[in-house]
């Protein structure tokens, strides 16, 4: 079964750190995935995906992520934080087989980051 | 821009009075799925249309219909709303092509149960 966790409810960090948003997953086949954000009242906003390809994959507003299939995870990072960053990041996997899921995402519960100032 | 665009943002309903949440889409994409998200918890998939074929998750209770009348219209049908269906109900779509898998998700309708 696909599944995803993200084993922190909460990050915090200085404005300028280094930050890390961490995820793990499971799947039967070879996993897609994807970092959200979601700002208060809003809705989730996509971030970035591995599909295939570089392990090391960019997104927006200066995020990236590294894929690393022997630890099963695909952590979020971004070098110097915004207080601006601060929100909900979801973690979602996906099967690539097709066949059964239909392309249903599977969302971690979500870690609340707050960078201060 | 194309966009998913939910109406209304915010919606205030009577206990037991049906209401209707709408999500139309620009983007051309094939897929549309609704999900339920409670307070800060992870969006939870209610049901997805694939084309004009509708996927039903197997908790979705009776009470939440979905309708999908052209590729870029897609409705949620709560028939008796109850208190514990308060809650924000965003909208996706994704194209589900190869390499193309990422839903894009419009701003929500908050669901307040009276």
């Known amino acids: 079964a696909q599944s995803v966790a993200q084993p922190e409810d909460q990050v915090n960090v200085a404005e300028g750190n280094p930050l890390t948003v961490k995820c793990t997953y499971s799947?039967?086949?070879?996993?897609?995935l994807f970092w959200y954000v979601q700002y208060p009242n809003r809705g989730l906003q996509f971030l970035l995906k591995?599909?295939?390809?570089?392990?090391l994959v960019k997104g927006s507003y200066g995020f990236e992520a590294e894929f690393n299939k022997s630890q099963t995870s695909f952590h979020l990072k971004k070098p110097s934080a915004l207080v601006s960053d601060s929100a909900l990041y979801f973690c979602a996997v996906r099967d690539s087989d097709r066949g059964s899921t239909l392309g249903r995402l599977y969302f971690g519960r979500g870690t609340q980051l707050t960078v201060w100032p | 821009d194309a966009m998913v665009i939910q109406n209304p943002r915010y919606q205030v309903t009577q206990f037991g009075k049906p209401v209707t949440l709408s999500c139309s889409q620009t983007l051309n994409h094939n897929v549309m799925y609704w999900y339920q998200q409670k307070s800060s918890q992870a969006p939870k998939l209610l049901f997805h249309y694939y084309d004009k074929d509708f996927n039903n998750e197997a908790d979705t209770p009776d009470n939440f219909q979905s309708r999908r009348p052209n590729t870029s219209f897609c409705f949620l049908d709560i028939r008796s709303p109850g208190l514990g269906d308060a809650a924000m109900y965003l909208c996706?779509?994704?194209?589900?092509?190869?390499?193309?898998?990422?839903?894009?998700f419009g701003p929500g309708t908050r669901l307040t149960v009276t």
């Open positions: 996706a779509t994704s194209r589900d092509n190869v390499g193309s898998y990422e839903q894009y």
């Open positions: 591995y599909i295939t390809g570089d392990n």
């Open positions: 799947v039967s086949g070879n996993p897609y």
